[in-house]
């Protein structure tokens, strides 16, 4: 399914404990582990590079796993190890991540570094989540009739299909816009649900729910039907721009008690989102 898994990790225990559900997905796809970590300056590289394969010869990882160590001031980590990303179409990314709101927003992060200069989907491990391989009955997969997030189908169909689990689709609308009386509501993940059982053969599942906190209503979900991960589309943004219109994608790694897997998508218009009381909701 993937070509490789790039882990980013620095010198906390938490961005560490992700290799090892990594790791299982890299025993289930038979494909290589590659944990990444990015120092300032060369001269600490070669002991950084004796501990990282220290660690890798210690662990219980696929025999392929692989330590690299990227050393630069020229750019942020974000960009070192998207860089190296970039070189292997196909990829995957996994990672921990705080998911900050605000702080996060305007200073950016390597999570949004990485999303924001690579099209490789990103499983991130935000706060809540627990560090272990993916386990569950369901896959949820979020959308909002834009095109950025029905970019999202054939990615959901393919790890439904290889977690083996139930998929769902699921929309958030906002409840205190009016809508025709005849309006059908679950026209959105219906629709996207039926491409679903196109794809992977087996029932879906599709759901309309109505808050104004679409980030807190998509991972309050995704904990009721036991879903092993939750999958939303992403535009990548940074700084001024970012805290503007805010991103659901974000609110949901900060919220989840699951991995979030991101894609970035390229079409489709962005909701119009408002920061409030630390979460990102709909605007009126």
């Known amino acids: 399914m993937y070509q490789r898994i790039f882990v980013p990790v620095d010198g906390s225990q938490r961005s560490w404990d992700v290799v090892e559900p990594a790791a299982a997905l890299a025993g289930r796809w038979d494909c290589p582990l590659e944990i ?5 300056f060369e001269s600490v590289r070669s002991q950084v590079e004796i501990e990282m394969r ?7 990882w696929p025999t392929d796993t692989t330590a690299t160590v990227l050393a630069g001031i020229d750019r942020s980590p974000g960009e070192f190890v998207a860089e190296l990303v970039n070189q292997t179409p ?4 996994v990672m921990s991540t705080t998911g ?4 996060a927003a305007i200073l950016g992060s390597t ?3 990485i999303i924001a200069h690579t099209t490789t989907p990103v499983l991130l491990y935000g706060p809540h989540a ?11 997969l979020a959308v909002d009739g834009t095109s950025r997030s029905e970019e999202a189908v054939g990615l959901a169909g393919a790890w439904a299909v290889g977690l083996h689990v139930e998929p769902w689709v699921v929309t958030v609308v906002n409840p205190d816009v009016e809508r025709p009386v005849d309006a059908a509501e679950d026209v959105t993940a219906q629709h996207v649900a039926r491409r679903l059982v196109s794809l ?6 599709f759901e309309t729910l109505h808050d104004r906190r679409p980030a ?3 991972t309050d979900f995704a904990s009721t039907v036991d879903a092993a991960l939750l999958i939303e589309a992403t535009h990548a943004r940074e700084g001024a721009d970012r805290l503007r219109h805010g991103s659901v994608a974000m609110a949901s790694v900060r919220h989840a008690r699951v991995p979030v897997l991101l894609i970035h998508g390229v079409g489709g218009t962005p909701g119009r989102l408002d920061l409030r009381d630390d979460d990102y909701q709909y605007s009126s």
């Open 130 to 140: 627990k560090t272990a391989a993916l386990k569950g009955d369901a896959l949820v």
């Open 100 to 103: 900050h709101g605000r702080s």
């Open 200 to 205: 992977t053969g087996r029932e879906v599942q």
């Open 36 to 40: 990444v970590s990015v120092v300032r």
């Open 111 to 113: 999570a949004n570094e």
């Open 90 to 93: 196909g990829s995957l990314v």
């Open 54 to 60: 220290q660690q890798v010869e210690a662990a219980d």
């Open 216 to 218: 807190v209503a998509l």
